[in-house]
């Protein structure tokens, strides 16, 4: 397959590398809007580039992957579906609710298939935990902790662009707490707090979240996240059941140490960044990627998945900035 990727910033020249050693893959080609970044992510991966999207989308591909800033993507996820061109792109599917919405009646009218990028899905752990859940091994689940800490935040031009922590951030618990669980969010309340750089509150954000979560089915779930995790990248989920509870992201690499006298555990190296905790989960998605495209497998995460995931997220941010609890009904759908 030959696969073009638009935006090559952090994520956009990670995916690059990753589809160009996938077997499937004949070639890559590149495209961002600031001139000279693909020729020159594209010289350092030894793979092609063009001069813009537009060209990219003209380029023989037989799949789009969208990775560049998330306010471009409701426009290039259309352009990539008018194209016919199966696309893939990265989360949240947009900047905002109401072009998230719009983009879940395009994804209702076309046969075009569409990915969206919520790699948790395809990390081994998370899928033992909805194993765990869905077989009923943990008897009725009432707890959930899910949390994901950033050992350090992102440059500071990403954060007035990102959509504020829950939309950015733990917008990936959202998804995955639906995907574990195969339940709803009813209600949620959050709250957050910024005691890092100066360019979270002057963007209206805030570098460290939390919030509680109540599912349809009286599931209680606690969210937290924070861009200053100086332990190490800390991504993690805990389903607490009345017969057992199944932990997912406790190994070796665990960004915390023991306080108990003689524990050595974790042993370490602990992962530095999200694109080390989730390697094998970016390939195996991408690989994935290849077989929606080539119509072999439906979408293992949908525009719908990800309205679904921003609603939650939007909700949080709506507590946040109002410190009430906030129904997902008062929050609009498709
Ligand atoms: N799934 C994940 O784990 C994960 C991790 C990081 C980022 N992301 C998502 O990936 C996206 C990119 O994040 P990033 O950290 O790589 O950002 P970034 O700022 O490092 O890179 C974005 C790139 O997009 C380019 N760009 C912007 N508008 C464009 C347009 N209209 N056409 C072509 N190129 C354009 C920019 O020039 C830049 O090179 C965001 O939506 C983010 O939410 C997902």
Redesign the pocket.
Known sequence: MRIGV?????????HAETLRDLDFVESVVL????PN?ASTVAQRLGVESVD??DALLGAGIDGFVI???????A??LRAGVAAGIPTFC???VAATLEESIELVQLEQQTDVPIHI???RRFDTGYRRAQQAVQSGELGFIHTIRATTGDQSP??A??IPT??GIFR?CNV?DFDILRFVTGREVATVYATGANKGADFFTEAGDVDTGAAVLTLDDDTMVVVTSTRYNGGGHDVRMEVCGSEGTIGVGLDDSLAMVSAQEGVTWPTGPQKWS?MER?LPA?QAELTAFADVAAGKIPSPCTVYDALQAFRVADACELSRREHRPVALAEIASA
């Open positions: 638009a935006g090559v910033g952090r994520i956009g020249a990670f495209a961002d809007a600031l970044a813009n999207v990775t560049t800033a998330t306010p471009a993507h426009a290039l990265e989360k949240p990028g919520f790699q992102p440059h031009s990403y990102s959509g950015d990936h999200f989730f970016y």
